[in-house]
């Protein structure tokens, strides 16, 4: 087999390409490190100087993945592995490091942090030129709460941006009682923003907006009407939309009266601080197109009697009907 030898005038150039490779790997490694862009003007110094955890986090606050109490570390000093460790931050926002002992991170990024150690190993005069890679192998204090109407309620973990469609799934999605409606409100912020959900592709897309760690996503309970008695298909009726709900509209995605229904015998339950209120109402006349609708509210009861019973359900028994009746997603 054949031997390439290397004149002494190639070692050059090699020499170069090798240091042209090596720098290229050690920037992947540092970015496979930390993918979060660090602000530019960060003073390590200051965090380390006995600023509280409230302070750090209020100035880091601007969406970025910051580390806080609870955080595991794998940290790394390149050339010392004696100096490394895997630990976790303590309440106080601290981890211990040998040699070191106590050195501040919370609410820094994982770049901010590799700074600050860097920073305590020089002025200790432990390393004239260290280099440092942390590593956040799970975070516990920055994370996305998701509340209300979802299959899972629960505080979501979470390794950079997620989009709000991906948190919903995260937390099972909605139930059958949710609305159509998402409340999102983000960290340091006073106000929130509520998103619609629509069918249509495109306002999907648009309402799919970005969250950070620290936001709160609320899905609130949809309004429910209850429809009973002698109607196709009887049961509790989710209204998504932020219109008003009429007694025909009702009736009618209930799939119709059926033939032994005694419309004209509707009864409208609606609940109030003293109590339910009854309304009579001739649904035989609506059905024909006489007389004025009647809207109703979240959870209202409307109960179509049957021409075949002699004694109606009392209220008390309609009420303990419509808690255990199936909810449907209507289409209004």
Not at 299 to 306: E, N, Q
Request: charged fraction near 20%.
């Amino acid at each position: 087999m054949p031997v390439m030898h290397l004149r002494s005038n190639h070692f050059p150039l090699v020499f170069a390409l090798l240091c042209v490779f090596s720098s290229l790997g050690f920037s992947q490694v540092a970015f496979a490190q930390d993918n979060v862009p660090a602000p530019e003007n960060t003073d390590s110094s200051k965090v380390q100087n006995g600023h509280s955890i409230q302070e750090l986090s209020s100035k880091t606050s601007s969406g970025r993945l910051v580390i806080g109490p609870g955080d595991e570390l794998e940290i790394s000093v390149y050339g010392a592995p004696d100096l490394s460790a895997h630990t976790r931050v303590g309440g106080g926002g601290s981890i211990s490091m040998p040699l070191l002992g106590s050195v501040r991170v919370a609410g820094l990024t994982s770049s901010e942090a590799e700074g600050a150690i860097e920073n305590e190993l020089r002025q200790r005069k432990l390393l004239n030129d260290p280099q440092v890679s942390v590593f956040v192998k799970e975070y516990t204090s920055s994370g996305i709460s998701v509340a209300g109407e979802v299959t899972k309620p629960g505080f979501y973990s979470v390794l950079g941006p997620h989009r709000l469609l991906d948190v919903l799934e995260e937390a099972g999605g909605p139930t059958e009682r949710a609305s159509n409606r998402v409340v999102v409100s983000h960290r340091g912020q006073n106000d929130s923003t509520t998103y619609t959900w629509s069918k249509d592709p495109g306002e999907m897309a648009v309402t799919n907006v970005d969250l950070e760690p620290g936001d709160t996503v609320v899905v609130p309970r949809a309004g429910i009407v209850y429809v009973l008695g002698e109607v196709n298909k009887p049961g509790g009726y989710a209204m998504n939309s932020t219109g008003g709900v009429s007694v025909l509209q009702l009736v009618a995605v209930a799939g119709g009266t059926t033939r032994v229904a005694s419309a004209g015998k509707t009864r409208l339950l609606r609940k109030t601080s003293t109590g339910f209120q009854e309304q009579q109402i001739d649904l035989k006349k609506l059905l024909r197109g006489h007389g004025k609708d009647v809207a109703v509210s979240d959870a209202d009861i409307l109960y179509v009697p049957s021409s075949g019973v002699k004694r109606a359900l009392d209220t008390s028994a309609l009420v303990a009907v419509s808690a255990s009746t199936a909810i449907y997603r209507a289409p209004f």
